[in-house]
């Protein structure tokens, strides 16, 4: 059975494909298994199903094109956060006492390569 014929007539020529009505109805289930309200009340229990139901009755928004690569972009500059640069002013203690105990160890300086230890008088 073809999926654009179980549309309502007044929604048929909303969905150009049935790769879109998939790509809808995964997009609504994800949001309703994280939490989402549903739009109305429903004879399904799964999130899956309510969401096929939800698309297939019209009730879910989308966009497409040029308009959904721009809320895409303004969705992302909200979730972004600024880098604090107290972050980066000051090491951590626990990175300066690894890097002094570390040191004692690691010191291939030019310095200690020539020097000579003799017995002590």
Same mark, same amino acid.
């Given at each position: 059975m073809?999926? @654009?014929?179980? @549309?309502?007539? +007044? +929604? #048929? $020529? /909303?969905?150009?494909?049935?790769?879109r !009505?998939? #790509?809808?109805?995964a997009?609504?289930a994800?949001?309703?298994?994280? *939490? *989402? /309200?549903?739009?109305?009340a429903?004879?399904?229990? $799964?999130?899956?199903? $309510?969401? !096929? /139901?939800?698309?297939l009755n019209?009730?879910?928004?989308y966009?497409?094109?040029q308009?959904a690569?721009? &809320?895409?972009r &303004?969705?992302k500059?909200?979730?972004?956060?600024? !880098?604090?640069?107290?972050?980066?002013?000051q090491p951590? /203690?626990?990175?300066q =006492?690894?890097k002094k105990e570390?040191?004692?160890y690691i010191?291939?300086?030019?310095? +200690?390569?020539g020097t000579?230890i003799?017995?002590? =008088?």
């Amino acid at each position: 059975m073809d999926a @654009l014929s179980l @549309l309502p007539q +007044h +929604h #048929q $020529k /909303e969905y150009d494909s049935r790769y879109r !009505i998939v #790509q809808i109805a995964a997009q609504r289930a994800k949001q309703l298994v994280r *939490g *989402g /309200e549903p739009y109305g009340a429903s004879k399904f229990s $799964k999130d899956t199903s $309510k969401a !096929i /139901e939800e698309v297939l009755n019209g009730q879910v928004p989308y966009l497409i094109g040029q308009e959904a690569k721009d &809320a895409i972009r &303004a969705a992302k500059r909200l979730n972004e956060r600024p !880098i604090d640069p107290a972050l980066y002013a000051q090491p951590d /203690e626990n990175a300066q =006492e690894i890097k002094k105990e570390l040191s004692v160890y690691i010191d291939d300086t030019a310095q +200690h390569l020539g020097t000579v230890i003799g017995p002590e =008088e």
